[in-house]
């Protein structure tokens, strides 16, 4: 039997009486939530108890009893609901993970649950009979997310749908080993929580490739730009993948920026 593929991408905790996990389901998302129960119960209901003890953890800014609360957490819905969420979003066949496309890791199909738990027995209730998938983007504006690119930019365009993932290195899919063409790069896209930084480094990163010493500047270069088929938005680009190493800091926006200034 193929093991599904899963791991927790945000925890969020609301008004002190709820918690919602989102949780990347192999090629879906699924967004559960925890609701602090009123009702009286023979067994204290366990997500009740979640909530107060990450809460707790939060207010104490213990860090590290919250992200081992965290994994609590995730252990109990995975428990379960495995067997639902396999339904809904089952792995391939193959067992590879790695063979979506970009698309498909920015824009997965969404499930959304409550978790609740009833004299001791925990379940998973679907929210909703429906499935969510979005097509863009959304920044801070509420609009749908672009990033600027330079009148004279002349950069090759790919679509999110032409790039293949060969591991999700960060944010489900802010940053990305892929491959284009046979080629193997990196990809950065932005989002609500980075559209400044992405922009920054953007805007970095072709001033770099437009000066004289490009050739001699220890950075990434840049090797093209990430669109979305349903809008033509530029929201990401594509640049040279180096494997970590004693060099990794030099991909950083910080170092990008600094080669910037000195230039």
Not at 58 to 64: A, M, T
């Amino acid at each position: 039997m193929i093991m599904s593929y899963h791991h927790l991408e945000e925890l969020c905790s609301g008004q002190g009486d709820e918690i919602s996990l989102y949780i990347r389901w192999n090629d879906a998302r699924l967004l559960v939530y925890l609701n602090h129960c009123l009702l009286n119960h023979v067994v204290p209901p366990v997500e009740n108890s979640f909530i107060d003890r990450y809460n707790q953890a939060c207010d104490s800014d213990d860090i590290e009893e919250a992200e081992a609360l965290s994994d609590e957490i995730l252990d109990a819905v995975v428990e379960a609901g495995r067997d639902e969420f396999d339904r809904l979003a089952p792995s391939s066949a193959s067992g590879e993970t790695s063979s979506q496309c970009l698309h498909t890791l920015l824009f997965p199909k969404e499930y959304s649950f409550s978790f609740r738990t009833l004299n001791g027995k925990a379940e998973v209730l679907r929210q909703d009979s429906g499935v969510k998938q979005d097509a863009v983007l959304v920044g801070q504006s509420g609009l749908p997310f672009h990033l600027n690119k330079d009148k004279d930019c002349n950069l090759p365009i790919y679509s999110t749908k032409d790039i293949h993932v060969v591991e999700d290195l960060r944010n489900a899919g802010s940053v990305a080993h892929v491959m284009v063409d046979g080629k193997e790069m990196c990809s950065k896209v932005g989002d609500s929580k980075a559209e400044d930084s992405a922009q920054r480094e953007l805007d970095c990163l072709w001033k770099i490739t437009t000066s004289p010493h490009a050739a001699t500047i220890p950075v990434p270069k840049i090797l093209g730009l990430i669109t979305t088929p349903e809008n033509g938005k530029t929201i990401g680009f594509l640049e040279e993948y180096i494997p970590v190493s004693e060099t990794w800091e030099l991909s950083t926006l910080g170092s990008i920026e600094d080669w910037d200034y000195m230039g």
